[in-house]
């Protein structure tokens, strides 16, 4: 305890106290319950209604104080001493004071079964509770470290306890609706307004209760899945820098880092903005505020754009590190610096169908677009405004120029093949020769494989042996894919010397959850920047998502504008936007950004929830194809449709 910060031992102490407030008001409630039933043992609602009462009305002045006293739980989450919602944090304090004041002040409720109810269940879930946030103080480790029973009663006790108690607390409120002592607390002018006050209770509980028991039965799967989820490995590959250390262990958070990337690129430009980064204290919530100031900032000329992505880049390399096999560690950059001393064998597997006619087709509802129909259903498309001109105009090239589509002699890099919104399939069904990146994990590589063998096209892939050793399918899948982590440089190497002469184009694909997807981006992104730098010929694919910020065309920004305006005047819309306090229906479409060259438009179609690290993930491949182009390689980055896949 020695080393136990104030804030802790404050934290001690009062869930400590709690704990204390709570055991004792069920030590007095549950012997009262017991020795009324050990007389008429079939008479539990008279039991509970005695409750209230108990210990000559001592039961009632600890509950008073004891519940009172969780008020400083919203405290603590305001100011940032747990890590609790604070609007949620309110909401569940609030609705047990409401509860304590109307058995308070009303007589009838308190002598009503649902009093019993509702001070015994609470009791019940707030003793293990509050002794279960003592020990994970104690321990340092909540998930892990906390005693097994007790761990299990934080966990489990709500699925009972949580209906029994809002049953409670429901019939508390009807009760107390209906006695006049209650409704003329303050007069029998307010006993309308005390009416309808303590009926708006049961009327929120009604939607809510099913949500809140849901979400803790999600909570509960979440914990026991870490409690009995197996050491992770060792950092192996691209992994964050170490932050910190928490119980003898490196602890490598993901905001430090962002932050600095973030400054470091806005700083090439503007000192001011970069120092508003570094001092943001809520950055999983505050981070797009600094977003729209970065690209504001690379508004003002392609050379301040340039500096900016230049500049983010370089200090992602700088930060990151490289854990080789043997534990050592080296900087993002110098890892990939020097070649690697390991090398792929190289898988290939020619399609056997035979070469398709150079039909474009569209899978549409049941079935497949072509030809006139296609255009005409472009046309509508581009009409709606489901798709941009640009795009549609990009289909009616292909429709009316055949040869367009015919990719036999075209190679394809995907980083991510097995990626479901990568263009594996249609590259596949057109005959594209595809060079696939993906996990060493066999069943994705039968899928690919499969589908690679049934096409006219060509699959070309690393492998940890040489083909003509492995006997049979079964070996090939084992053998075949590799780790964008821990492999980059080896996976570099291999395309630097695939297929001499040859024109790549190379498409980052790859997607993972929170701070993974930032490393896998760094590992993608360090792949494509020397094949577009090395190799001859190479073009880079980007698929950007619409919940980022983008720089559109005027007209994408003025129909916006439109669309707003219409629907922010309908009376669903309104109300959304007010009982989400302005954060849901919030335009999107911001003011025009003076730069070089006239005026930009912007849309910031960030999604707050996403976080942080997947902006910044998506930042760095903005910043590749700003500084690719600038060196004249030709770049796609187009932004994908919002989209439901296995992940998202």
Known sequence: MGGTSPKDMYLILYNAACCGGWAYVLSLGLPSVLLTLASDPFNLPSALSEVYSAGDGMLADVLYCVQTAALLEIVHAAVGFVRSPVVITALQVGSRIAALFAIAHSPASQVQFGAGLMILSWASVEVPRYLFYVSAIVTGD???????PLFW??????????????????????????????????????????????????????????????????????????????????????VFPVSSTKNGKDVRSSTPVGKSILSAAIGAVDSTKASMVTKERNWRFGYVKHIIGMVESQCASADAALKVAQAGLDKAYDVFEFVN????????????SQPSAKKFHTGFIQGEAPKQKNILEVPYKDGKLSGQALKDQVKKWVDYGTIEPSAGDAILGCVDNPDWVDLSDRYFVLL?????????????????????????????????IDVARKSSGTITFPLSAEQSALKNDDELYGAAGCNLFTQTPQIRDWLLELY??????????????GALHVQVSLAMDAITRDLSEKRKGTSLVYLCTPTDLHLVPKEAHDAAEREYKDYSKRLYCIVMNLLSRGKCLRKNARKPVPGEGGDYYMIN????AQGPNYILAKRLQHWRAIVARSKGCHVSSNIAPATSTVSV
């Open 142 to 148: 909540a998930t892990k470290k906390t005693p097994y």
């Open 153 to 238: 009663l934080r966990y489990s006790l709500f699925a009972v306890l949580y209906p029994t108690g809002i049953t409670g607390e429901l019939t508390v409120f009807l009760s107390a609706a209906k006695d006049s002592a209650f409704l003329n607390l303050y007069g029998e002018g307010y006993a309308s307004l005390m009416y309808y006050f303590i009926m708006s209770f049961p009327v929120i509980y009604a939607p809510g209760a099913l949500p809140m028991i849901f979400n803790m039965a999600g909570n509960r799967r979440s914990a026991f899945k870490k409690r009995f989820a197996r050491p992770p490995p060792p950092p192996r590959g691209i």
């Open 325 to 336: 096999e043997d534990g050592s560690k080296v900087s993002m950059r110098e890892a990939m």
């Open 416 to 448: 991510g093949a097995g990626s479901a919104m990568g263009p594996f399939l249609v590259l596949m069904a057109l005959g594209a020769n595809v060079v696939a990146i993906d996990l060493d994990r066999p069943g994705i590589w039968k899928r690919l």
């Open 500 to 513: 001499p002469g040859k024109s790549f184009t190379v498409g980052s694909y790859a997607y993972l959850d």
């Open 605 to 608: 179609g960030v999604s707050v």
